[in-house]
Nanobody
Framework: VQLVESGGGLVRSGESLTLSCATF????????IGWFRQAPGKEREGVSC????????YHIDSVKGRFAISSDSGRSTSYLHMYGLKPDDTGMYVC?????????????????WGRGTQVTVSS
């Protein structure tokens, strides 16, 4: 199983980015995909999650209304759409897969991890 993130970069405050998480070797429809981020000196934080089995989604309060998740089952890929980015959104964004029927929020609940893609938001 492999998860590969892409789409990170350096943007200015207020701009947008879309991150991709391409999955290989797992039954995409049976898994929930979570997005985590970690900034230097801070703990890993679960940002968003979506479950393909029922289409449910979750976002932490700080990104509600600015982030959205979509999935392409044909490509086994999850997308994190980020709008109105703020400097506090800066971090390494990592996607993870959990064989669950609802979104899990803790890293220990996830079975497979990607290596991450860096997002830097300048003020």
């Amino acid at each position: 199983v492999q998860l590969v993130e892409s789409g990170g970069g350096l943007v200015r405050s207020g701009e947008s980015l879309t991150l991709s998480c391409a999955t290989f070797g797992l039954p995409f429809e049976d898994y929930c995909i979570g997005w985590f981020r970690q900034a230097p000196g801070k703990e890993r934080e679960g940002v968003s999650c979506s479950c393909n089995i029922d289409g449910s989604a979750y976002h932490i309060d700080s990104v509600k209304g600015r982030f959205a998740i979509s999935s392409d089952s044909g490509r086994s890929t999850s997308y994190l759409h980020m709008y109105g980015l703020k400097p506090d959104d800066t971090g390494m964004y990592v996607c993870a897969a959990s064989e669950a029927t609802f979104c899990r929020r803790l890293p220990n609940d996830y079975d497979f991890w990607g290596r991450g893609t860096q997002v830097t938001v300048s003020s």
